[in-house]
């Protein structure tokens, strides 16, 4: 297979941006887009045992995104409804560059990552979320040459205005990023000598730190096109954990807990206010899957399954994390009656392979248009794997 025509953009500074969604959760492998053909009503069918696709009338089929060269390696990490998806792409032991799939035949070098400095040190990206007009965040991370990150920076960019790193503390240049929305909005955290980090937000480059009350750390996890902020906090000693909301007041908002003492973590919300997140059940990684209909509603349990992405349509992408690391299975559900999920089939494996070790979702969205054949409509899946 031929390498696809790359397209690079250089750094400018801070201008306009645009547009929100999708997330990530990071593995090796291979960059797959699993979407469903037409014909059917979707690939949800019902709670339990879990159904495959096909049996909803959905007849599930897998594309393969290449990297930059034919001979590299890709990851998917982010998808936006208008068809584009974000990810990484590198060779064999080399950093990672932050990469965008407009289409099938057309991946961008954005120019974040990817890099070997001279005396052994290596700049590499982590792809975290995309909105809708294309803009992506980007973790960039450089590293000494024995592998020790010596620093991060939060860095977003488009096709139009290239590369933004993002304002950071003056304590210390450490940022990352969690979500980005529609309007350009982007959510993270910077190191802070009081908390060791604070939740931020950077709204057209001035960042803004949330209000986070004293002894308390606190995570912002996602932010919707309303400027609504989901996240949790605990105690210095983990004695005291919740979740919570902010919206531009001088306090968060603590989002109800559950009937049980395990705690709840928010993670993603969308465009209705709809809330979902994580709790721990059982030994080992057993998730379960939580959702607020609203920020002031009682937690309701959904799947016994870990949700890693929410789209505005009530679809969620979900992981079976498996055990000790191996066996993970991808699924897309959904919220209705009370928890509904799909499990997705794994992809082929290459002749001598034993066979992918996981299978990751990473990211959902509705109405697929433009990586996918015209025939194909209903919902869409990232895929990641590893061997």
């Excluded at 961008?108 to 700049?123: M, R, Y």
């Excluded at 969690?178 to 802070?192: F, K, M, P, Q, Y």
């Excluded at 997705?344 to 109405?367: C, H, K, M, Y």
Aim: one cysteine or more.
């Amino acid at each position: 297979m031929s390498p696809h025509p790359v397209h690079h953009r250089s750094s400018t500074s801070v201008g306009s941006l645009r547009r929100r969604r999708p997330r990530t959760i990071a593995t090796l492998g291979l960059a797959l887009v699993m979407f469903c053909a037409a014909g059917g009503p979707g690939p949800v069918v019902s709670a339990s045992p879990p159904a495959r696709p096909s049996e909803a009338g959905c007849e599930p089929r897998m594309l393969v995104l290449q990297g930059l060269t034919s001979t590299s390696d890709a990851s998917v990490d982010a998808v936006s409804d208008s068809g584009w998806v974000a990810g990484t792409s590198w060779e064999d032991a080399a950093p990672r560059t932050a990469v965008v799939w407009t289409d099938p035949e057309r991946v961008i070098d954005t120019g974040v990552g990817g890099v070997t400095l001279p005396n052994g040190s290596t700049v590499t990206a982590r792809v975290i979320d995309m909105n809708e007009g294309g803009t992506v965040a980007i973790d960039r991370l450089t590293s000494s040459p024995r592998g020790s990150v010596v620093a991060q920076d939060a860095v977003v960019w488009s096709e139009e205005d290239g590369v933004a790193v993002l304002p950071t503390s003056t304590y210390r240049p450490v940022a990352s990023i969690t979500a980005i929305n529609d309007e350009g909005h982007v959510l993270g955290w910077v190191a802070s000598l009081r908390h060791g980090s604070v939740p931020v937000v950077w709204r057209d480059g001035q960042r803004s730190r949330l209000p986070v009350p004293p002894q308390v750390e606190a995570y912002a996890s996602d932010i919707n096109n309303d400027d609504l902020v989901v996240g949790t906090a605990h105690s210095r000693d983990f004695s005291v954990g919740y979740s919570w909301t902010w919206s531009g007041g001088p306090k968060l908002i603590p989002l109800r807990p559950t009937d049980t003492t395990a705690a709840a973590d928010a993670t993603d919300i969308n465009d209705s206010g709809l809330i979902i997140g994580g709790q721990h059940v059982g030994p080992g990684d057993g998730m379960r899957t939580i959702v607020w209909r609203n920020r002031t509603a009682s937690p309701q349990r959904l799947m016994r399954i870990q949700s890693v992405d929410l789209h505005n349509s009530g679809y969620l992408a979900a992981v079976e994390p498996g055990f000790r690391g191996y066996g993970a299975t991808a699924y897309v559900g959904h919220r209705r009656r009370e928890g509904v999920k799909a499990q997705l089939p794994r992809p082929p494996v290459a002749v001598g392979s034993r066979g992918w070790t996981n299978v990751r979702a990473a990211a959902v969205r509705a109405a697929p248009r433009a990586l996918r054949p015209k025939a194909a409509s209903q919902s869409e899946a990232l895929l990641k794997t590893s061997t």
